[in-house]
């Protein structure tokens, strides 16, 4: 089981990221996919979540409007599209997959590495 994480790296308040979250080694469409993040002395937050069959789709409140969460079951990726970046939006990103469409960082089986986002002011 794999989930490879990319996207993250540098970018100016206003500005806007795409990450991605390539899964390998089990039914992709049937797991929930989502993307937590943790800042430094923070806890991790779930940031939105995407559903396997019906892709239903849940943000974080802080992120609505902004975020857009994606997934193409064909190619087994998910797609996190961030428009609008704000510093407090600074943290390590991580995808995760579960059999649970779930906010709770424990109701997921398989992390990928994280991938460092940095909004600058």
């Known amino acids: 089981v794999q989930l490879q994480a990319s996207g993250g790296g540098l970018v100016q308040a206003g500005g806007s990221l795409k990450l991605s979250c390539a899964a390998s080694?089990?039914?992709?469409?049937?797991?929930?996919i989502a993307w937590f993040r943790q800042a430094p002395g923070r806890e991790r937050e779930a940031v939105s979540l995407i559903e396997g069959n019906d892709g239903a789709t849940y943000y974080v409140r802080s992120v609505e409007g902004r975020f857009t969460l994606s997934r193409d079951n064909a190619k087994r990726t998910v797609y996190l599209q961030m428009n609008s970046l704000k510093p407090e939006d600074t943290a390590t990103y991580y995808c995760a997959a579960g059999v649970h469409y779930s906010t709770y960082a424990a109701d997921y089986n398989y992390w990928g590495q994280g991938t460092l986002v940095t909004v600058s002011s």
């Open positions: 080694g089990f039914t992709f469409d049937e797991h929930t």
